[in-house]
């Protein structure tokens, strides 16, 4: 039972320029969240977006989050070689149910 | 740092033997859970804990178990392997759910081949 569908499946970009994931979902969240998982690994978390939030950031990143149409963005800027990667959102119920998405995958071209 | 380890990166069984991944970590979590990843298919749950000997079915318990003896271990049984078990499976664990900390910590991953 998949909840939140990234947008694109794939991303190639120049090195430098910024990457941007899409994430929507279907039922009410408590929390989404945002992961990466570099090939053949498993994933790391990058950041948590309460549902009373708008907008955070953490470094490089910038995740907003839009209830009223179910959604989710994450903004990588200025990015790296290193950034190459998988991103999966993964949405938690108010019942503490976590459900990933099938993952975005993003290419850093040099 | 938390750390999440699990037993084998890369193992090869054959249809119909009994396998076990281990997977254990060090920070005290009172949950853990279990997933296999596949091509376009992203992370399906297959079974978690929130307790030591506590077991709840995920989305796709068939053809698996689970033991949690100690807290800090939490171990996947494939009781007779089948070649559609070959995928790459996921350990992670998370402080106990309270709606505002879910964060879970992820093992590198068992890639398991049947054949």
């Known amino acids: 039972s998949q909840q939140g569908e990234e947008d694109p499946q794939a991303l190639s970009i120049q090195e430098g320029e910024n990457a941007t994931m899409n994430c929507s979902y279907k039922t009410s969240i408590n929390n989404l969240q945002w992961y990466r998982q570099n090939s053949g690994r498993g994933l790391v978390h990058l950041i948590l977006?309460?549902?009373?939030?708008r907008e955070k950031h953490s470094g490089r990143l910038r995740v907003t989050l839009d209830t009223s149409k179910k959604s989710s963005s994450l903004l990588i800027t200025a990015s790296r070689a290193a950034d190459t990667a998988s991103y999966f959102c993964?949405?938690?119920?108010?019942?503490?149910?976590?459900?990933f998405g099938k993952g975005t995958r993003l290419h850093i071209l040099p | 740092d938390v750390k999440v380890t699990q037993s084998s990166r890369y193992l090869v069984k054959r249809t119909g033997e009994k396998v076990f991944l281990e997977c254990v970590q060090d920070?005290?979590?009172?949950?853990m859970f279990w997933y296999r990843q596949d091509p376009g298919l992203g992370l399906r749950l297959i079974y978690f804990s929130y307790d030591v000997k506590m077991k709840e079915k995920g989305d796709i318990p068939e053809g698996y178990s689970v033991s949690r003896e100690k807290k800090e271990r939490f171990s996947l049984i494939l009781e007779s392997a089948s070649t559609n078990q070959t995928s790459m499976y996921l350990c992670a664990s998370s402080l106990f759910g309270t709606s505002g900390s879910y964060e879970q910590y992820f093992g590198p991953g068992t890639r398991l081949t049947v054949t």
């Open positions: 993964a949405t938690v119920s108010r019942d503490d149910k976590i459900i």
């Open positions: 977006i309460r549902s009373n939030e």
């Open positions: 920070m005290d979590h009172e949950n």
